[in-house]
């Protein structure tokens, strides 16, 4: 037994750990550290791609847009990112538009953007990183990629679970 057993789940904040079911206060901590880990590495890649002045928001919305090569409206990208304030993903959008590594057009009467030769080179170069620094390492630790999809759509269920309380919360 590790002395770390005995203390219990390793959380941020003992009194959220103290009902009835303290391992999500323990997964909470996890999604916390994971999220500023991961936004870290996404600043950190694109730099390293030749992009340095976005943020964690501008390297999110390039790469949905860039998925699958077609335009996206603004309604589209914040659904499938799950972003409720949709200034948050405009004011990216604009950004990167006036870094030119998207464009806009029209679909009928709505904005579309779509990316950009320049903005596909970076996603491109973002990847080729990606793939060097990122998957090569977690490959090595040998963690069962089947595995590592069950979290992935555990994660995505649990995330319905905090967007129905947000929306009870909402309600008090």
């Known amino acids: 037994m590790l002395p770390s057993d005995d203390l219990g789940p390793i959380v941020s904040s003992g009194h959220l750990a103290s009902g009835a079911m303290p391992a999500l206060s323990e997964f909470e901590f996890a999604l916390t550290m994971t999220v500023h880990a991961f936004q870290r590495w996404m600043l950190r890649c694109m730099t390293a791609a030749g992009i ?3 943020t964690p928001m501008d390297v999110l919305v390039l790469h949905n847009v860039n998925h699958r090569g077609k335009a996206k409206r ?3 990208i914040c659904l499938v990112l799950n972003i409720e304030d949709t200034h948050l993903v405009n004011y ?3 950004k990167l538009e006036r870094l030119k590594l998207l464009k806009s057009g029209r679909k009928g009467k709505e904005k579309t953007v779509a990316i950009t030769p320049a903005g596909e080179d970076a996603c491109k170069r973002y990847a080729q990183i990606r793939e060097q620094l990122l998957v090569k390492s977690v490959l090595a630790t040998g963690v069962d990629p089947a595995r590592l ?3 992935a759509a555990a994660m995505r269920s649990l995330s319905g679970q905090y967007d129905q309380a947000a929306r009870a919360a909402a309600s008090l």
């Open 74 to 76: 603004l309604a589209d």
């Open 149 to 151: 999809s069950e979290i």
């Open 52 to 54: 340095p002045e976005l």
């Open 92 to 94: 990216s959008l604009k």
